[in-house]
C-alpha cells in the first residue's frame, strides 16, 4: 500500500480495496494502521500521503527485503544472548527481528531504535533501556552526541549491530554520518548481523574493520567465495532454515 500511494499520492477505499482485491472494510482497517503510526492521513473516501511519508518509506521497504533471511540471523542472533544478560541493539531491519526473538527471554536491551522498543514493549521479561536523541524518521530511531555520550559509559556483555555493506577488504561501511559511533565499544562480544545481499557491497562510509567483530551472522545465500575471504578477518555463522 505504501508503495501504491507514494505513486498515486492519494486514493479511496474503493481503489485500495480494488488493487489490493480485499473488502473495504479489510483495507479501512489496515489504513488505520498505517494512520495511527502517521505514514498516512486520512480523508474523506479515503486516504493520502503525509507529510513525512517519503521519509519513511525506505524503512518499511527494507523490512520486507531479504525478509526470510532476515529472520534467520535474527533467531540466530537472538540465541546467543543468554538469560539474565545485556545486549545493546542498534536500529535497522535485521536487528528489529533479533529484537523480535528476545521477546521471551530475561534479559536487558539498550537500543535507540524505537522499532526495536515497540517490538518488545509489551514483553513481561524484557528490560528496556531507551538511549536519547534526535528522532531520525528514515530508520525510527533517535541519533546525534546525545546517543554516542550515552554508549560511552555502557559496557554490556554484547552489542548487535547492523550494516549497510561489508566489503571483501574487511570493511564494515554504513551509508549515513548518524550511524552510532562508539557502539563497538559498548559490549564485550561485538556481533554484525548482515543479510547476503550486503556482502561484497561497498557503502558511503567506513564505520569499523570487520577484525574489530567477534562474529558475523549472515544467511544460507552468501556465497562461499564471499565467505572464504571474510572468514581471514572475522569468525563467522551462517543461519540455515535446517538449525531452526
Known sequence: MCKFLKERSSATYGELANHFTVSEMTMRRDVGILAATGQVLVVPRGVQTARGFLAELPFLERIQRMGREKELIGRAAASLVSEGSSVVLDSGTTTLQVARHLRD??????????????????????????????????????????????LSGVRADRVIFGAAGVSLL??????????????????????????SSKLGVEALY?????????????????????????????????????DN
Not at 135 to 148: I, K, T
Not at 209 to 232: H, P, S, V
Open 170 to 195: 574487511g570493511d564494515v561501511m554504513v551509508n549515513d554520518t548518524d550511524a552510532a559511533q562508539g557502539l563497538v565499544r559498548a559490549g564485550r562480544q561485538r556481533i554484525l548481523v548482515v543479510d
Open 206 to 242: 567506513r564505520f569499523c574493520e570487520l577484525g574489530q567483530c567477534d562474529l558475523m551472522i549472515t544467511d544460507d545465500g552468501a556465497k562461499e567465495t564471499d565467505l572464504e575471504q571474510l572468514r581471514k578477518h572475522v569468525k563467522i555463522t551462517v543461519a540455515r532454515a535446517e
Open 105 to 150: 527471554k530475561h534479559c536487558t536491551v539498550i537500543t535507540m531504535s524505537l522499532s526495536a522498543l515497540q517490538e518488545l514493549a509489551d514483553s513481561p521479561s524484557v528490560r528496556i533501556e531507551l538511549v536519547g536523541g534526535v528522532y531520525r524518521s528514515s530508520s525510527q530511531d533517535l541519533v546525534g552526541p546525545q546517543v554516542y555520550e550515552a
